[in-house]
């Protein structure tokens, strides 16, 4: 696939985010089994959804988001980069969990954790969330996404963290 390689596994103090497999995604689609690893409320519709980004091999599609042994949701990257109109390699994230995980920080140790690999990458990372999620917007806002482009053709807030790329 196009862009920079990014790990298969990124770890944290608390997570891990491996990369999904063709494995992971028939499970995911109800194709077979479902892991015993995964919280009863996952996979959620959102998860579903991410499985039509899937493409073997590609580093910047959708992970788990593993706590333990436990996967509590899933984050990741909509594609591999591409130029943004001032010729940074962008790309855009997103991530949700099982709402029993809500409020431990998590989503924001996973998108942290997921935008350092990309911009160790050199990629920008932008995000679109609807401007009434108030719990993403925090989630945002902590990860450092502080520059607002406007919104989106949904009326969703398009947000990316200040960036410079290195020469």
Not at 93 to 109: I, R
Request: hydrophobic share 45%; aromatic share 8%; net charge negative.
């Amino acid at each position: 696939m196009s862009g920079p390689a990014l790990p298969l596994v990124i770890r944290t103090s608390r997570l891990t985010l491996p990369l999904w497999d063709a494995r992971d995604v028939a499970a995911i689609r109800g194709e077979i089994a479902r892991s015993p690893h995964w919280h009863a409320d996952f996979p959620r519709q959102d998860d579903l959804d991410a499985c039509a980004l899937w493409r073997e091999g590609d580093v910047w599609g959708p992970r788990s988001v593993v706590r333990g042994v436990t996967v509590l949701g899933s984050i990741g990257f909509y594609g591999p980069p591409t130029d943004a109109a001032d010729g940074v390699p962008e790309t855009e994230v997103g991530y949700g969990l099982v709402q029993e995980a809500w409020g431990y920080g998590f989503a924001t140790e996973a998108l942290r954790a997921l935008v350092a690999a990309a911009e160790s990458a050199g990629t920008r990372v932008r995000a679109a969330v609807d401007p009434a999620n108030a719990r993403s917007l925090r989630v945002l806002a902590k990860s450092g996404f502080t520059t607002l482009r406007g919104s989106d053709e949904d009326g969703h807030l398009v947000m990316t963290r200040p960036f410079v790329p290195s020469a």
